[in-house]
């Protein structure tokens, strides 16, 4: 990314106060400033030079999402937001502005939690001792080893630890539905056997987090729960009316 346009962080209600201190993406920091048409308005800064997604970078961008929601609703923007420029945003918030404040008026005091279930990895015993084909595949093995064999046995044992972790994950899943407002299935992650976001009310947070956190002790032997949160509510809130520039991805 060259630096040309303007980066977005969210859009925001009308009258929203900058959080004191806070800062943008960039190296130095960059200045934020509101702009706004009708009853909306967007969180901007000049789009830094040469903007890729380091750490710093993300943390500067999901911070200030989260003091941003500390003075009222957010809709937030993924990293890597550009508009090109003041104009053509404006022009966006304006069109978008009936469906934005629907949005901003259903987020308003909540929070989300993602809430993924991966194959528990200590548990191989459990699946050899219950599941009839993987032990046949297994003594097959033992009587003609061989790379073939290795590989069917592979693949069967992934399968039934897969399984086994969709089915507590769902359990877990279905337990927790309950205490969030809404539901919303994120997309497919390699090694993950669901991903899942609940928008949470900001104050049941930390409860919301307890009862994961139980409910996945409690099943530890047939699926790694890994708890996220709270996040900006991004699951929540669509593409509709979003710039769709994004930086580059790096390490660093």
Do not use: W
């Not at 469906?99 to 200590?122: F, I, M, R, W, Y």
């Amino acid at each position: 990314m060259d630096g040309d346009g303007l980066y977005v962080y969210a859009v925001v209600g009308e009258g929203i106060e900058l959080p004191a201190g806070a800062g943008g993406v960039g190296d130095p920091p960059a200045v934020l400033r509101v702009i706004g048409t009708g009853r909306i308005a967007a969180v901007v800064s000049d789009a830094p030079a040469r903007l890729r997604a380091r750490r710093r970078d993300l943390l500067a961008h999901q911070d200030l999402l989260m003091d941003l929601a500390d003075s009222g609703p957010v809709l937030p923007m993924r990293f890597g937001m550009v508009a090109p420029d003041e104009d053509a945003l404006l022009a966006q918030l304006a069109l978008a502005e009936t469906s934005h404040l629907a949005t901003l008026k259903n987020l308003d005091g909540h929070v989300e939690v993602n809430v993924k279930a991966l194959p528990a990895q200590d548990s191989l015993a459990d699946v050899v001792a219950e599941d009839a084909a993987v032990r046949r595949l297994r003594d097959a093995a033992r009587r003609r080893p061989g790379y073939e064999a290795s590989v069917r046995l592979g693949e069967a044992v992934a399968s039934a630890l897969a399984r086994r972790a969709a089915e507590a994950g769902k359990a877990v899943l279905r337990e927790l539905a309950p205490l969030a407002r809404a539901v919303a299935a994120g997309p497919d992650v390699q090694g993950c056997a669901l991903n899942t976001s609940f928008l949470v009310p900001r104050g049941h947070s930390e409860r919301f987090r307890t009862t994961a956190e139980r409910l996945a002790g409690a099943r530890r032997s047939h699926v790694d729960i890994r708890i996220a949160g709270p996040l900006p509510c991004y699951s929540f809130v669509g593409d509709s009316g979003a710039p769709h520039r994004r930086a580059a991805m790096t390490g660093g």
